[in-house]
């Protein structure tokens, strides 16, 4: 495959970035746009240019590291999976990519294609805690009795990597079904009862203090989920934040 690669180039967060054009050719279609990417890199190597800086860790959908906006769609064209899981099957000989990255207040960019997802961090500090004993004299899981569609519903939440897809395509750049994902995965189970409280409160405080924008409620943020996190998280954390706003 000869392809034609428009990728954003920037230098750090301070400075103005711009759409840099690169041929490349004796692309296989079993590649992984990743390995598109090595290849590309080791073309501007070998030039004595920049090479194109761009996340990734595991290369198996599973850090969430890889966030690329690909032809207008986070993580590109194919549905359900990570930038490392998308193959350049997906793409035809003399197509045209553009390849940017995720864009959000709260994502700022390190440098080209790379940004600052620290933020996710902070949010999940803000209220990924359980007071139970985990250590030690810990009891055992099974000793707890919990309904099955709670647990496997609380194990689907717990799927979101964190990747940012979601922020990325919302056009408010909304965290709503990160943080919801995360507020539903202890809200489900009993041992996260005891903060649910505080947590939910905390963390939503934490997700407007970052910069993030109000849900749209269009579902772009489900469709585009490599998870496939549903919408029903947000319903949930809805539900969680106004019952602990009362307490309050």
């Known amino acids: ?38 290849i590309l890199n080791d073309e501007l190597i070998m030039k004595g240019d920049e090479p194109v800086a761009f996340d990734h860790d595991c290369r198996e959908g599973i850090c969430g590291m890889c966030s690329l906006y690909i032809n207008g769609e986070a993580h590109g064209p194919d549905r359900g999976v990570t930038t490392c899981q998308l193959h350049m099957r997906m793409f035809k000989d003399g197509d045209t990519i553009f390849i940017e990255p ?5 994502f700022p960019v390190i440098k080209d294609l790379v940004v600052d997802r620290s933020s996710f961090d902070r949010i ?9 004993n985990t250590s ?14 709670d647990a496997d519903t609380a194990f689907d939440s717990a799927a979101c990597i964190g990747c940012g897809a979601c922020v990325a395509t919302c056009k408010n750049s909304s965290a709503m079904l990160f943080v919801a994902a995360k507020v539903s995965q202890y809200a489900l189970l009993p041992q996260g009862r005891i903060e649910a409280t505080d947590r939910v409160l905390n963390m939503v405080s934490q997700m407007d203090a970052e910069g ?25 954390m809805n539900r969680e934040y106004m019952s602990a706003s009362l307490k309050g």
């Open 1 to 38: 495959m000869k392809l034609t690669l428009k990728i954003w180039r920037q230098k750090n967060a301070a400075t103005e970035g711009k759409i840099v054009e690169y041929p490349i050719d004796h692309i296989e279609p079993d590649m992984s746009f990743l390995e598109m990417l090595d």
């Open 102 to 106: 995720f864009r959000a207040k709260a």
């Open 124 to 132: 999940q500090h803000a209220g990924g805690f359980i007071s139970v």
């Open 136 to 149: 030690g004299n810990t009891i055992d899981a099974n000793t707890i009795p919990i309904n099955k569609k």
């Open 212 to 236: 993030f924008g109000n849900c749209t409620n269009t579902g772009a943020c489900e469709v585009e989920c490599p998870k496939g996190i549903s919408l029903e998280n947000i319903a949930r």
